[in-house]
């Protein structure tokens, strides 16, 4: 969700010779109402923080959990949620890549079909996360995962349950906005020129994608990818019912295991604890690696951001 | 999240680069082919996902079965209590099962508009200060800093406003219950402030810098510039972003069912334990039997959603991109 700049707001400061008592007013409410929404964030990062530095430790992050999960480490809830995110990333990112290839470099912009996917995609975005787990459970697990079972497995329950493979598609097609959007602006933004000269030296249509556009749109690609990481390892109710365990003895090793996760992890300590003050430093912890991992994500992706954006004005 | 291109250029390129095109051969073709049809993907989804979250709904519909338990219109009507009075009550575990969903639409209802009457006023205004007067410098340490606050997952968020907010209202407020709309409401105002943020922000950007200047030049104030002129004209996109952020809000599920309470009470308290449709889903989902009338209606509530956050979205989307065809700024 990103406008190009526009040089409005300096323009505007430059014209404008007399400051009155309404127009001091009026920049101070509006800035206070940045300095709450600033605060909002500041406010969760540094209680988080604040709470869970003490319980983060290295045994924390690398040990199973003991004692009916008042002690010990969320190693496995890790584990899970960085399996389950890069088989999301592994669905989600070629098929968003395409698309964006589509919307920029073949469909014509009177196409319907290509205005009909733009649509999906904007509304994709905007489903629900609860419907998804319902359209996991009964799209992939009930219908997909059970059809496998009935055709190649004679029946047996296989793929026809929760598990790691329906939960990461369940999260691909939920990210699957993400990462269009970002390929999407990152394509449009390389030079026509580029293009042109690509396909005056006699390169094919498909030569100049793949190895003139691609490359250039490189960062906006990893971008998207990253914040789809980011979202798809924060999300809880699309697994809620497609694949995710609050407590397994065994690390998940096969597409059809169940796992865990750490988003899960606060929703189930949190929810379901029948002793809120004994778990209530585990919960800060798993908080605040959750946070962790989605805020680094983020950091990364806005750093690219801007650095890729600062590079193509420089080279304009 | 939109998707916004930019239109005079696609126009512009397209017709030329479909004149150089070189009639490439099989692989060419192939993995022309393979583009296309992955492109798809995101039309499937969306056909997929109304499919099938109907399907598990149909049996509301079409089972005599189910209809011993629940019909779709006894879902909506009132039932009588003993003397005779309406009552609306969701009891789907009681041993007469109970599936009136007023007291789940009121309860999201309720923790949305709290949502939006703290989260609206805030982020309009703060994006009246990144577009009209903070400086590009300020605006690349604020935009980034309410993407942050979007990153954060709203399991995150409501595991705050259990453990902290919760404790703040009920200090400030003396309410008897410590969790309840109230409290949802303020968590889920952190979830929709920076979509709210950006759509209006990109609304106020996409006024022409012409109509500044030309208020500016007949004497009014940077204010009266802001209040009179950008801030109308920029209405439709402002509209736009409450309309999508109420469409964020009612489809939120982590932040409500942690920190509501999920009583399904029907009553417009603020102060008492409250239950959402998405609560409901999440809850009672795992514990039910597959195929009873239970799941039936479970779907049959995800299929509202799924249709009313559509066409929320649908009409948010298409305000903007009037507003942008109107002022002549597609972008």
């Known amino acids: 969700m990103t406008a190009v700049a526009g040089p409005a707001a300096v323009g505007a400061r430059k014209l404008v010779g007399t400051t009155r008592r309404g127009d001091r007013a009026l920049a101070l409410l509006t800035a206070a109402a940045v300095g709450v929404i600033l605060a909002m964030l500041a406010i969760i990062v540094v209680d988080v923080i604040a709470g869970g530095t003490r319980t983060l430790s290295w045994e924390f992050v690398t040990a199973d959990p003991r004692d009916g999960m008042t002690a010990g480490g969320i190693f496995p809830a890790i584990f899970g949620t960085l399996v389950l995110t890069l088989l999301m990333t592994v669905a989600a990112v070629p098929a968003g890549v395409a698309t964006a290839i589509y919307l920029t470099e073949y469909a014509s912009m009177q196409s319907p079909l290509a205005r009909l996917v733009r649509v999906c995609v904007a509304n994709l975005a905007g489903v629900p996360s609860i419907v998804f787990g319902l359209f996991g459970l009964g799209f992939f697990i009930s219908t997909v995962g059970r059809g496998i079972d009935q055709v190649v497995y004679g029946g047996q329950g296989v793929y026809g349950k929760p598990c790691l493979l329906w939960s990461s598609l369940t999260l691909a097609i939920l990210t699957l906005p993400v990462v269009v959007v970002a390929t999407e ?12 000269a690509s396909l005056a030296l006699g390169a094919t249509r498909l030569q100049t994608i793949a190895r003139v556009v691609l490359p250039e749109a490189l960062g906006g690609i990893l971008t998207g990818t990253i914040l789809a990481v980011s979202r798809g390892g924060g999300e809880v109710a699309p697994i809620l019912f497609t694949g995710v365990a609050y407590y397994l003895p065994h690390l998940p090793t096969k597409l059809n295991d169940q796992f865990m996760n750490l988003g899960y992890h606060v929703y189930v300590l949190a929810t379901q604890s029948p002793d809120v003050d004994r778990t209530k430093p585990l919960l800060y912890g798993t908080a605040l690696v959750l946070l962790i991992l989605t805020f680094l994500l983020n950091l990364i992706a806005i750093w690219i951001r801007s650095r890729s954006r600062k590079s193509s004005r420089a080279s304009m | 999240m939109t ?16 004149s150089l095109r070189h009639t490439g051969g099989w692989g060419e073709r192939t993995a022309e082919v393979a583009i296309r049809v992955v492109a798809l993907v995101s039309i499937a989804a969306i056909l997929l996902i109304l499919l099938f979250v109907g399907k598990e709904a149909l049996p509301l519909l079409t089972s005599s079965e189910v209809h011993k338990e629940v019909t779709l219109g006894g879902m909506f009507a009132p039932l009588r209590d003993a003397s005779g009075d309406a009552l609306y009550a969701w009891q789907p575990v009681s041993e007469v099962p109970k599936y009136n969903v007023f007291p789940l639409i009121v309860g999201s209802l309720k923790v949305t508009v709290v949502a939006l009457v703290l989260a609206v006023p805030i982020s309009v205004a703060a994006a009246v200060f990144v577009s009209e007067y903070a400086g590009p410098r300020m605006r690349e340490v604020v935009k980034p800093a309410i993407e942050l606050l979007a990153g954060i997952p709203s399991v995150v968020v409501g595991f705050f406003a259990l453990i902290v907010m919760a404790t703040w209202v009920q200090t400030l407020f003396g309410t008897e219950h410590r969790l309840n709309a109230l409290v949802a409401g303020v968590g889920l105002a952190f979830a929709i402030c920076p979509i709210v943020f950006s759509v209006s922000e990109d609304a106020l950007r996409a006024v022409p810098r ?13 204010a009266q510039t802001v209040v009179r002129v950008v801030v109308p004209a920029a209405a439709p996109g402002i509209a736009a972003s409450i309309v999508l952020g109420f469409g964020r809000a009612i489809g939120e599920t982590m932040i409500v069912v942690i920190a509501s309470g999920n009583a399904a009470l029907l009553d417009a308290s603020l102060d008492r334990s409250t239950r959402t449709i998405t609560a409901t889903i999440a809850q009672e989902l795992g514990e ?8 039936d209606v479970l779907f049959a509530l995800g299929a509202m959603l799924f249709i009313a956050t559509f066409v929320i979205n649908f009409f948010g989307e298409r305000i903007v991109h009037g507003m942008r065809r109107k002022l002549g700024t597609v972008s």
């Open chain 1, 185 to 196: 602006e990152a394509i449009l933004a390389v030079p026509r020129e580029l293009r042109e």
């Open chain 2, 3 to 18: 998707t916004r291109v930019s239109t005079h250029e696609a126009i512009d390129r397209e017709p030329r680069s479909r």
């Open chain 2, 210 to 222: 012409a109509y500044r200047e030309a208020a500016l030049a007949m004497g009014s104030t940077r």
């Open chain 2, 288 to 295: 039910v039997v597959v195929g009873s009338p239970h799941y």
